[in-house]
């Protein structure tokens, strides 16, 4: 399974960027996807997570109303839509996929994505 992150860059603080996962490998449409970040010195950290079919997500609540997840399973994409960025909101951005939902938000993952630095500049 490969899963190729995009669309991280440089913002400032109020800018919004979206961050795109294409995954290769397995049947996309059965597996729920998710995004975790790392900042630098710190653990790696749960970002957000959405069902195989799309109908549930979960947030962790720093990105709540800020941060938008969504997939095509068409496209074998899952997407992170990041407004209002903020400084704190600066790290490498991965994507990961596990069997579901709930197996994401618990870091119970089955792979990991190169990841995608996003910057937000004050």
């Known amino acids: 399974v490969q899963l190729q992150a995009s669309g991280g860059g440089v913002v400032q603080a109020g800018g919004s960027l979206r961050l795109s996962c294409a995954a290769s490998?397995?049947?996309?449409?059965?597996?729920?996807m998710g995004w975790f970040r790392q900042a630098p010195g710190q653990e790696r950290e749960f970002v957000a997570a959405i069902s195989w079919g799309g109908g549930s997500t979960y947030y962790t609540d720093s990105v709540k109303g800020r941060f938008t997840i969504s997939r095509d399973n068409a496209k074998n994409t899952v997407y992170l839509q990041m407004l209002s960025l903020k400084p704190e909101d600066t790290a490498v951005y991965y994507c990961?996929?596990?069997?579901?939902?709930?197996?994401?938000?618990?870091?119970?993952?089955?792979?990991w994505g190169q990841g995608t630095q996003v910057t937000v500049s004050s």
């Open positions: 990961t996929t596990a069997l579901t939902l709930g197996h994401v938000v618990r870091g119970q993952l089955d792979y």
């Open positions: 490998g397995r049947t996309f449409s059965d597996y729920a």
